[in-house]
């Protein structure tokens, strides 16, 4: 028994932290929050595609959660997890060559009014696509689509397929790209699959992993600030006011953390046990991530509310998280069904 | 990482569940003195195995497990419904700190009536006027022949009225500051100077005692770790408490869920969706309360201290098992009005988790100053 993370585990995590720290600064990420029209660069693509980071779900669960979490951490607009997401579907359809080269996809989920991940109703005939999908993260970056359609299948759509109109939305999280996508008779292929669940988890445990880093980045500006901002002549940090709400955010940070590591080392290791892990870490994850990021900015006071802070990217990309793929209550529902 | 069981924790696990399903006692009796008979009895069978002190050093009369292996015991010990051992103050506080601190007369005179609990160890920290800020306490130790005078008030003390040794902090220089003038004695409870009164806590038992001391008489061979030295052999003592206690607990709520989820089933709410979605809340949180606790063991083994999470185990704890308690009673509804055992007693019983064995307001305080480096307040 060994919570550590192995030597190859920790390299993959100071090379990430190393490489994001230089690329994505605060300036940088605002910029292409705000200014880039797909939220990314090509550069910034290819750089990551020598990386090997678009293929890193393929050593293993604990070592995409480990890149996941980094990239959190470092609010990098990016569409590495929606290509992440989609790969994992496609390699469990033994279709993932349809990526080689570099290419990118997306996973397009949700249908307008619906809170379960798991109930898509799009309409698939005769190998065609009709009907319309909301918040699809980089839709218009992604080289394919995989398509979740009525009866739980899926189904891939290339980029420029007939019938295909991608609109980008107005989103929360400028530091993800969603986008509506309406399908009229959109010629597409079904993926088949003998196991499903296993990639929905693993795409779930790395979406948990996202929000942890969130919360880990959220708690240091907080605590960092506590210790420099002084009122009433005094560092607000040795206020127990302040201090204490920091103390729960590691509380929930670590928390996060141990049921995210947990999940991922089960769904390589232990499946029977991957289905409620995952959910476990991804209400755990979800919760903390929205508290932490809460906190911290009551933590800033007035200066973590205006839009020159940087602190809000942190706040909205944990809103965000914490929707996609099932949200804190839809999987404590899981929890609930497979342990009561 | 890699959080499967080596071949030796898995064969350890399968003795301990094989030995369990063989030698398992029966219900506890719940007449408060006919439980702690019981409970003496089921230790001294669980030293003939030598299994009360498992990760006691094998000279000291333990098994020398890893820290693994002692977590191991506590789940087995929790899955198979077994009774808590009696001497849990002496061998998790009591022992530990003697093995650290004490001379070898002290090991071989005080050690083995531990494991076999013929020596019930109760803790004499808190006093009336010195709870959070411990380092006030005013019981005074004076030197005599042969010794020490002891005068004083303890309070909160566990098990006083069983026994044998008390675990006592009282200050011998009254001219230094606060932390350096306290001694750590061993102090025999039979004797004319110590008396103890039950207190009485909201849950109407008398798990607790006040003591009262005057002039108590504790020779010289009974100060552990030198005169004036007391405060750091106390932290020792707590750390072994939290450290130690942290796994049982957890254990512990992970029984009482199993328990819960019964009672809402019973009650028929086990569909009502609010219930529903706190008790799998509950079921997430003692998932992360058992995989911090492993955190803090392997941080242990792989680097000689746990990690910043193991400072947070024992204030998850208490909000874990008190949000427990609060869901049992909302289960019972209008009737948890009438006794209810044992959801009522757990409820009341629930509310200490947050005061004993350092406050959740002063664990918090640790790990902002300690673990977020934040100024002292």
Redesign the interface.
């Known amino acids: 028994?060994?919570?550590?993370?192995?030597e190859d585990?920790r390299d993959i995590k100071r090379t990430a932290r190393e490489f994001l720290a230089a690329r994505y600064p605060w300036d940088e990420v605002r910029r292409l929050a705000l200014e880039e029209e797909r939220g990314f660069t090509d550069a910034q693509w290819d750089e990551m595609t020598e990386l090997g980071w678009p293929e890193l779900g393929d050593l293993g669960t604990?070592e995409l959660i480990v890149l996941a979490e980094e990239l959190g951490y470092a609010v990098a607009p990016t569409p590495l997890p929606s290509t992440w997401a989609a790969s994992r579907l496609l390699a469990a359809a033994g279709e993932d060559e349809r990526l080689a080269g570099g290419r990118r996809a997306a996973i397009a989920q949700w249908e307008p009014g619906q809170r379960a991940p798991d109930a898509p109703a799009l309409a698939w005939e005769d190998g065609s696509l009709s009907g319309l999908k909301v918040a699809v993260p980089d839709a218009a970056a992604a080289d394919l689509l995989v398509v979740t359609v009525a009866g739980g299948r899926h189904v891939v759509v290339e980029a420029g397929a007939p019938g295909l109109s991608i609109t980008r939305s107005e989103s929360l999280d400028t530091t993800r790209r969603l986008y509506e996508v309406r399908f009229d008779g959109t010629p597409g292929e079904e993926l088949t699959a003998e196991d499903w669940e296993s990639p929905w988890l693993a795409i779930t445990v790395a979406n948990a992993a996202e929000s942890v880093g969130v919360g880990q980045r959220a708690m240091e500006m907080a605590?960092a600030y506590?210790?420099e901002r002084t009122q009433f002549d005094?560092?607000i940090?040795?206020?127990?006011a302040v201090?204490?709400p920091?103390?729960?955010m590691?509380?929930e940070v670590?928390?996060a953390r141990?049921?995210v590591?947990?999940a991922a080392?089960?769904l390589d290791?232990?499946p029977e046990t991957a289905p409620v892990a995952a959910s476990?870490a991804k209400?755990?994850a979800a919760d903390a991530g929205r508290r932490v990021t809460s906190a911290a900015l009551q933590v800033h006071g007035g200066i973590g509310f205006t839009w020159e802070h940087d602190l809000h990217f942190l706040l909205k990309r944990a809103h965000a998280n914490a929707r996609m793929y099932g949200d804190a209550?839809w999987h404590?529902?899981r929890?609930?069904a497979l342990?009561? | 990482?890699?959080?499967?069981?080596?071949d030796t924790?898995r064969a350890f696990r399968d003795d301990v569940r094989g030995w369990l399903a063989d030698n398992h006692p029966g219900p506890t009796p719940t007449d408060d003195d006919a439980a702690f008979a019981f409970r003496r009895a089921w230790q001294r069978r669980l030293n003939e195995r030598g299994w009360a002190g498992l990760s006691w050093p094998e000279e000291f009369g333990g098994a020398g497990a890893t820290q693994?292996e002692q977590a191991i015991f506590y789940e087995e010990i929790a899955r198979a419904g077994a009774p808590q051992m009696a001497n849990t103050l002496g061998l998790a506080m009591g022992g530990p700190t003697v093995i650290a601190h004490g001379t070898d007369d002290q090991k071989s005179r005080f050690l083995a009536p531990i494991l076999s609990a013929e020596e019930i160890w109760c803790q004499g920290f808190s006093e009336p006027q010195s709870g959070s800020d411990l380092a006030s306490l005013r019981t005074r130790a004076v030197r005599a022949d042969g010794g020490f005078r002891v005068t004083g008030q303890k309070v909160w003390t566990t098990w006083a009225h069983q026994s044998k040794w008390c675990m006592l902090v009282a200050r011998t220089n009254p001219h230094v500051s606060k932390h350096r003038g306290l001694t750590y004695f061993l102090m025999d409870m039979e004797q004319d100077g110590v008396d103890v009164r039950p207190l009485r806590q909201i849950t109407g038992e008398s798990e607790f005692n006040e003591l009262f001391i005057e002039d108590a008489f504790i020779p010289e061979e009974h100060v552990v770790g030198g005169v004036d030295n007391g405060w750091s052999v106390a932290i020792t003592t707590l750390m072994h408490e939290r450290a130690g206690l942290a796994f049982a607990l957890q254990v512990d709520v992970h029984i009482q869920l199993r328990q819960l989820?019964e009672l809402?089933r019973e009650r028929g709410v086990?569909d009502d969706p609010g219930i529903?979605?706190r008790?799998?809340?509950l079921?997430?949180?003692a998932?992360?309360l058992r995989?911090?606790a492993?955190?803090g063991?392997?941080?242990v083994?792989?680097r000689g201290a746990p990690g910043?999470?193991g400072s947070?185990g024992k204030?998850?704890w208490a909000e874990v098992n008190q949000s427990l308690a609060e869901l049992a009673i909302d289960i019972l509804g209008p009737e948890s009005q009438l006794a209810h055992p044992p959801w009522t007693y757990r409820f009341l019983r629930s509310r200490a988790n947050s005061i004993e064995g350092g406050t959740t307001?002063i664990l918090?305080?640790i790990?902002?100053?300690r673990?977020?480096?934040?100024?002292?307040?």
């Open positions: 028994m060994n919570f550590e993370l192995s585990q604990v605590v506590a210790k005094r560092p940090g040795s206020y127990q201090s204490h920091c103390a729960q590691l509380l670590e928390g141990a049921a590591y947990w080392w089960a290791h232990e476990m209400a755990y209550a404590r529902g929890v609930a342990s009561l | 990482m890699d959080l499967t069981l080596s924790e693994v989820g809402a086990i529903r979605d008790l799998a809340q079921h997430i949180e998932q992360v995989l911090n492993y955190r063991l392997t941080g083994m792989n910043p999470e947070l204030w998850h307001e918090k305080n790990v902002a100053e673990v977020l480096g934040l100024p002292r307040a």
